[in-house]
């Protein structure tokens, strides 16, 4: 009798799929995914991208993935060693659907796949993905995939200097001020993409003079964990601004699709400014194109900020839940020009909707290039409010939780929105704060914003207090 030792619901996520390697995600699922992903999709005879990180696993897993797809009839084009928007680039260049192999920021035992339908359109649990799971577990529980009448072929493509072609199309640094850039790669994909896009690897040389930071591709992460969003991996980055005394800093995560910004004292730049000073580039250029009322994308705890000024830009901002797949829906559906989120998540039009660290990096460094300011005085335009920052709190009634911070606002002068948890924001614009519940784990993670930092300070305690109790 077989035994199943593995359960896919255990990896597939909403978005993504990860697990821990050898234990939820192993060659012989991964192959298993690859059938099913063709058979989900209808992909017999038709072109497939794969690809993946530096991972030490991804490899193995790439190789799983190729033999489940071309057994289904599938022809797999090997992308070998790739970002995760160097993925969406060749899907939506080439108009393939493709699969990168990756577990992002997650530590080094973890891998898992992101994957994506022709023209960088995204999969989900409600889009695909959670087909491709039963699929991939019938095949898992059968110990058998059926070959198909033809099985495909495999070849293999280096789409880098297409990518960074593309990029640097889209933002001519060519004639900015020299500015030197520290670049923190943590071990990660931007240890490749950067030399070929920011440097002379690949193309001729910019005003840049990058000075790197844990540019070996080591799975291992033998430097800091690849996850900017903590503070604590920061750290590095920030101190070698200082003593390189560069104007710039810039971290990326494991699959480099994500970027954070350093300025020149070595302080963050909060995502919602980066967010807001793209969206400022982006809708000048829409509006010099023609289009009357450019659709600026941002979810619900992006600072205020970012509304504001695309409103007295002359563009529309539109709000949206938080998460990946809402934003690029939304930015297909109202062809927005360009979204961002508080996560470092930065979505262009002109990226077919998908999100690209690298490419907002390049309008960072051309807005900071093409005028005189420090990037700590020209972002400050854009961070006017005062932000708690993200605040997770254990709670196992969550939703009792909510309520009961509603119920103690509802004596004020406020508006409530449930668009995604529940954000209660003053009704004289000078405030307001989100409480969202975490989907895997038993936390309500707060954000909030206020005119002055005493008053987003009072509300955030009080807020805080009220969940702490429950």
């Given at each position: 009798m077989l035994v199943v030792t593995i359960e896919l619901k255990d990896s597939f996520k909403a978005y993504d799929v990860r697990g821990i390697v050898g234990q939820t995600i192993t060659a012989e699922s991964v192959r298993a995914v690859g059938a099913a992903f063709v058979d989900t999709l209808s992909l017999s005879g038709q072109k497939l991208l794969v690809g993946g990180d530096m991972r030490d696993s991804s490899e193995e897993f790439i190789t799983a993935f190729t033999e489940g797809a071309t057994r289904r009839g599938a022809h797999v084009t090997q992308l070998g060693l790739i970002s995760t928007d160097m993925l969406y680039f060749a899907s939506g260049k080439l108009d393939a659907p493709g699969v990168m192999f990756t577990a992002s920021h997650n530590p080094a035992e973890y891998n898992g796949m992101k994957m994506s339908k022709a023209g960088a359109v995204p999969l989900s649990a409600d889009t695909g993905l959670e087909e491709i799971r039963e699929a991939a577990q019938a095949y898992l529980n059968s110990d058998e995939i059926p070959q198909a009448d033809t099985i495909g072929n495999i070849d293999d493509a280096d789409l880098l200097t297409d990518y960074?072609?593309?990029?640097?199309?889209?933002?001519?640094?060519?004639?900015?001020?020299?500015?030197?850039?520290?670049?923190?790669?943590?071990?990660?994909?931007?240890?490749?993409?950067?030399?070929?896009?920011?440097?002379?690897?690949?193309?001729?040389?910019?005003?840049?003079?990058?000075?790197?930071?844990?540019?070996?591709?080591?799975?291992?992460?033998?430097?800091?964990?690849?996850n900017p969003l903590e503070p604590e991996n920061l750290r590095d980055l920030q101190k070698a601004v200082v003593d390189h005394g560069a104007d710039i800093g810039l971290a990326f995560d494991g699959d480099a699709d994500r970027c954070f910004v350093i300025d020149e004292l070595g302080e963050p730049v909060s995502p919602s400014a980066v967010t807001a000073l793209v969206a400022r580039r982006e809708l000048a250029r829409a509006k010099a194109s023609g289009e009357t009322e450019p659709v600026i994308i941002h979810n619900l705890i992006t600072s205020k900020a970012v509304p504001e000024l695309v409103t007295a830009e002359g563009g529309r901002a539109v709000e949206t839940r938080v998460g990946h797949s809402f934003i690029k829906a939304v930015m297909a559906?109202?062809?927005?020009?360009?979204?961002?989120?508080?996560?470092?998540?930065?979505?262009?039009?002109?990226?077919?909707?998908?999100?690209?660290?690298?490419?907002?990096?390049?309008?960072?460094?051309?807005?900071?290039?093409?005028?005189?300011?420090?990037?700590?005085?020209?972002?400050?335009?854009?961070?006017?409010?005062?932000?708690?920052?993200?605040?997770?709190?254990?709670?196992?009634?969550?939703?009792?939780?909510?309520?009961?911070?509603?119920?103690?606002?509802?004596?004020?002068?406020?508006t409530v929105s449930r668009l995604d948890g529940v954000t209660v924001s003053g009704q004289d614009g000078s405030w307001w704060f989100n409480l969202r519940p975490s989907n895997t784990e038993p936390f309500l993670r707060y954000n909030g914003e206020a005119h002055t930092a005493e008053q987003m300070a009072t509300i955030r305690d009080e807020v805080l207090n009220l969940v702490r109790s429950s």
């Amino acid at each position: 009798m077989l035994v199943v030792t593995i359960e896919l619901k255990d990896s597939f996520k909403a978005y993504d799929v990860r697990g821990i390697v050898g234990q939820t995600i192993t060659a012989e699922s991964v192959r298993a995914v690859g059938a099913a992903f063709v058979d989900t999709l209808s992909l017999s005879g038709q072109k497939l991208l794969v690809g993946g990180d530096m991972r030490d696993s991804s490899e193995e897993f790439i190789t799983a993935f190729t033999e489940g797809a071309t057994r289904r009839g599938a022809h797999v084009t090997q992308l070998g060693l790739i970002s995760t928007d160097m993925l969406y680039f060749a899907s939506g260049k080439l108009d393939a659907p493709g699969v990168m192999f990756t577990a992002s920021h997650n530590p080094a035992e973890y891998n898992g796949m992101k994957m994506s339908k022709a023209g960088a359109v995204p999969l989900s649990a409600d889009t695909g993905l959670e087909e491709i799971r039963e699929a991939a577990q019938a095949y898992l529980n059968s110990d058998e995939i059926p070959q198909a009448d033809t099985i495909g072929n495999i070849d293999d493509a280096d789409l880098l200097t297409d990518y960074a072609e593309y990029l640097r199309s889209l933002v001519d640094l060519t004639a900015i001020r020299p500015l030197k850039v520290v670049v923190d790669a943590g071990n990660g994909m931007a240890g490749m993409t950067t030399p070929a896009v920011l440097g002379d690897e690949r193309l001729s040389a910019l005003p840049l003079e990058i000075e790197p930071l844990y540019f070996e591709l080591d799975g291992t992460f033998p430097n800091h964990p690849a996850n900017p969003l903590e503070p604590e991996n920061l750290r590095d980055l920030q101190k070698a601004v200082v003593d390189h005394g560069a104007d710039i800093g810039l971290a990326f995560d494991g699959d480099a699709d994500r970027c954070f910004v350093i300025d020149e004292l070595g302080e963050p730049v909060s995502p919602s400014a980066v967010t807001a000073l793209v969206a400022r580039r982006e809708l000048a250029r829409a509006k010099a194109s023609g289009e009357t009322e450019p659709v600026i994308i941002h979810n619900l705890i992006t600072s205020k900020a970012v509304p504001e000024l695309v409103t007295a830009e002359g563009g529309r901002a539109v709000e949206t839940r938080v998460g990946h797949s809402f934003i690029k829906a939304v930015m297909a559906e109202e062809s927005a020009v360009f979204g961002g989120e508080h996560s470092a998540h930065y979505y262009f039009r002109d990226f077919w909707n998908a999100d690209t660290g690298m490419l907002a990096a390049l309008h960072v460094l051309a807005a900071l290039g093409e005028q005189d300011l420090g990037l700590n005085e020209l972002a400050a335009e854009y961070n006017p409010y005062s932000a708690s920052g993200e605040i997770n709190s254990k709670v196992e009634d969550k939703t009792g939780a909510m309520e009961k911070v509603v119920e103690a606002f509802a004596d004020r002068q406020v508006t409530v929105s449930r668009l995604d948890g529940v954000t209660v924001s003053g009704q004289d614009g000078s405030w307001w704060f989100n409480l969202r519940p975490s989907n895997t784990e038993p936390f309500l993670r707060y954000n909030g914003e206020a005119h002055t930092a005493e008053q987003m300070a009072t509300i955030r305690d009080e807020v805080l207090n009220l969940v702490r109790s429950s």
